[in-house]
């Protein structure tokens, strides 16, 4: 399997099914798909061999007809968490993540003790940037599954973005205890120990490809740790502009956009910040602004910083954040010559 299908922003359950479909498909039918129609479909009596059906009807791509075969079962057994299941899966392919995760969900729920449905139900949630809702179902299906390497770097990485580090520390040793070579488990070690340990951070990827965001990102940040800020830029503009659009990739294209700022490479910082200026929305959040704002002003162009600030949208904004905004919006009109305005924002402190 690529590393790629390894990722754990990718969807666990994408390999789960791949799997179910592949054994359903070496079980001989009597009759091949092709020769039913979607009414002869519906007339089936036995729901396990409609079910199969489905499955079938999924794998070879035909996703409407899949997708209504699913949808006529739980209209008849609405408790079949198998076929919820299936369907929320079916619905995160066809780019639906809101009605896949409403059907994963409810899978979970009638099927506690189902470690593949409570696993898919948690990768479902971290993927979509909950990593808070995604904890308890990862945490039941590590119970139900306590070796299994996908779940425990899953687990551990709901965990370290909820902030409980040392649980998530030991989840990926956890891991790495079973697969050592597990790429996901060493770089997710690896970035909840950067801050502390950059040098074991870096021992822990550097044979690993940087064309990964999040290697990158982590070989970045521990450079930078180490206090060797030209060699960490490269890496940290990698992760920036490898960074998918994704609630994980937002996370990380954030993270590269702060470090530039702190080691004090404007122009990389203006082009990652602007960057994810874009993808935080119209009009853009106000914590990419300001690094906008700040870089451009490093770079002697304040009325470019200034439009970038007066763009932003404030609302939702992290107080911090907000007080920053205000000194370096008064600071940059008080070098514009506008000093009514400056004064104006600076008494907003």
């Not at 990768?123 to 139900?144: M, S």
């Not at 205890?177 to 950059?198: F, H, K, N, Y």
């Not at 932003?312 to 940059?332: D, E, M, N, T, Y």
Request: include cysteine.
């Amino acid at each position: 399997m690529t590393r790629h299908l390894r990722r754990i922003l990718v969807p666990a359950l994408l390999v789960a099914t791949a799997v179910a479909i592949a054994a359903t498909l070496a079980v001989p039918e009597e009759r091949s798909i092709d020769d039913l129609t979607p009414e002869e479909i519906a007339r089936i009596d036995d729901f396990v061999e409609r079910f199969r059906i489905g499955q079938r009807l999924f794998g070879s791509g035909r996703d409407d007809e899949a997708e209504r075969v699913f949808r006529d079962l739980l209209a008849e057994q609405p408790k079949a968490a198998a076929v919820s299941h299936a369907l929320g899966t079916l619905l995160q392919f066809r780019s639906r993540p809101a009605e896949a995760t409403r059907f994963l969900l409810r899978a979970a729920e009638l099927a506690p003790k189902d470690v593949a449905i409570q696993r898919d139900a948690g990768v479902d949630l971290l993927r979509n940037g909950r990593p808070a809702d995604a904890e308890p179902y990862l945490a039941r299906a590590r119970k139900i599954w306590p070796e299994d390497v996908e779940i425990l770097v899953a687990h551990a990485t709901s965990l370290r973005a909820i902030g409980r580090t040392d649980a998530a520390r030991a989840a990926y040793r956890a891991a790495l205890a079973v697969q050592p070579e597990s790429v996901d488990a060493r770089v997710g070690l690896a970035s909840a120990i950067v801050t502390a340990d950059p040098a074991q951070a870096i021992e822990l990827v550097t044979d690993l490809s940087h064309n990964f965001a999040d290697v990158a990102l982590v070989h970045g940040l521990a450079l930078a740790g180490l206090r060797r800020p030209d060699e960490a830029v490269p890496h940290l503009v990698t992760a920036a502009q490898r960074s998918p659009r994704n609630a994980g990739g937002r996370a990380v294209l954030a993270a590269a956009a702060r470090a530039l700022g702190r080691v004090g490479a404007a122009p990389e910082t203006a082009q990652a910040a602007a960057l994810w200026c874009e993808r935080s929305g119209a009009p853009p959040a106000l914590e990419p602004s300001l690094l906008l704002a700040e870089a451009l002003a490093a770079l002697g162009r304040p009325g470019e910083a200034l439009g970038a600030l007066e763009q932003a949208r404030i609302k939702g904004a992290p107080a911090a954040v907000l007080r920053r905004g205000r000194l370096v919006s008064g600071s940059l009109l008080a070098r514009a010559g506008q000093a009514d305005d400056a004064r104006t924002v600076l008494a907003l402190l």
